[in-house]
């Protein structure tokens, strides 16, 4: 098997690092997205109870709940297969900002680690993009110039 043979180079490595990175951090928001939609109805109960006395207005709490799993599932899906990665990656980074907003307003400290610390692989896999060897992207890139 190709990645896994004796003569690794530097290069090759880091592009297996980046495609794990990827597929672990593309998992975490699948995963998340497709449970929330598994239980939407508590999810969106849960959110929405949990929002009930932040400055925000409950339809559009109610509205963002809604929204909120598909765009998970739909960010977690592109990156398991590297596909549209680079806007994916700024999707799930800007989505973390406002969880990290929303986490503040009802001062629910304990998850903005986690929403942290995923803005982090998500900037740093942004900022390795030239990594994402094993990837759709990577494929459609080297069918593009094959053509």
């Not at 997205?33 to 400055?55: D, N, R, Y």
Request: contains cysteine.
């Amino acid at each position: 098997m190709a990645l896994l043979d004796d003569h690794n180079s530097p290069e090759r490595d880091r592009a297996i690092g980046y495609a794990l990175l990827r597929l672990a951090v593309g998992m975490s928001m699948f995963g998340h997205g497709l449970i929330c939609i598994v239980k939407f109805p508590e999810f969106h109960t849960h959110l929405v109870g949990a929002f009930a006395k932040s400055p925000l207005p409950g339809s559009l709490v109610s509205l963002f709940a809604a929204v909120l799993p598909f765009v998970e599932l739909a960010v977690g899906a592109l990156l398991l297969v590297g596909a549209l990665t680079r806007a994916a990656l700024i999707a799930g980074a800007a989505l973390m900002t406002v969880l990290i907003f929303g986490s503040s307003l009802i001062e629910h400290w304990g998850p903005i680690a986690q929403q942290l610390g995923h803005a982090a692989l998500f900037a740093a896999l942004l900022a390795f993009l030239s990594h994402n060897r094993y990837s759709v992207d990577a494929w459609k890139k080297t069918r593009h110039h094959e053509l």
